[in-house]
């Protein structure tokens, strides 16, 4: 049975090197690419491929974000995480927002083929590096509490991963299709919530939260 996969990855060495593999393995099927976590949404949702293998640090829309929302979007798309973050917590929101697999890109090669074909047959993979790590968070994950970024709605996670990214409040309009008066009204929200004062503030609180790269 062919397997339909898109691929997002905002590197594209990596991105291409990702599909060759994938090309090489009977009835796989790379049916689209794209660089940013929105261009992943439309695609999804253009195609609704059976697996979406997504990076978690990408522009304008992170992996953890893009997860949530295509559960909406295609609820049938299983999606896979890259990732070079090992920790409980970051695995934890991986989960909650809908990942049925997770791969460490260090072992990204070896560990993808399989971690799709598992997803395929509705069941969930997680590189050997993360599997304490990603039982620890099944199971406890939502019991320990509120993380700061679950205490954001959708669109503040949304507009402080732009904001950190530099964007200013026209430009965050435009991209997510909103007013600029509406834009600043969401991050006086977020700077309360998460008790920042400064757009200097909101920028450590992304990176805390992984909603950005520091490369």
Do not use: W
């Not at 049925?100 to 260090?106: D, E, P, R, T, W």
């Not at 969401?186 to 004062?197: A, D, P, Q, S, T």
Request: proline residues 2%.
């Amino acid at each position: 049975m062919r397997t339909t996969i898109v691929l997002a990855d905002d590197h594209e060495l990596v991105r291409e090197s990702i599909a060759s593999l994938l090309r090489e393995v009977p009835n796989f099927e790379v049916v689209g690419q794209c660089t940013n976590g929105r261009q992943l949404l439309a695609l999804v949702e253009s195609i609704r491929p059976d697996v979406a293998v997504v990076d978690v640090s990408m522009p304008e829309l992170n992996g953890i974000e893009a997860a949530r929302q295509l559960r909406e979007i295609s609820p049938r798309t299983r999606v896979i995480a890259l990732s070079a973050y090992t920790d409980e917590a970051y695995i934890r929101d991986m989960i909650d927002a809908g990942v049925v697999a997770y791969i460490i890109k260090s072992g990204a090669a070896k560990d993808l083929i399989q971690a799709i074909r598992t997803a395929s047959r509705g069941r969930v993979y997680f590189s050997q590096e993360i599997m304490g790590g990603a039982h620890q968070a099944g199971a406890y994950g939502r019991a320990t509490g509120e993380s700061a970024v679950r205490i954001l709605s959708q669109r503040e996670r949304e507009i402080l991963q732009l904001v950190a990214e530099g964007k200013s409040s026209k430009e965050i309009a435009d991209i997510l299709g909103i007013g600029e008066t509406t834009v600043k009204t969401h991050r006086n929200n977020i700077m309360g919530k998460l008790n920042v004062r400064d757009i200097a503030g909101l920028t450590r609180q992304a990176v805390k939260l992984k909603l950005v790269r520091i490369d």
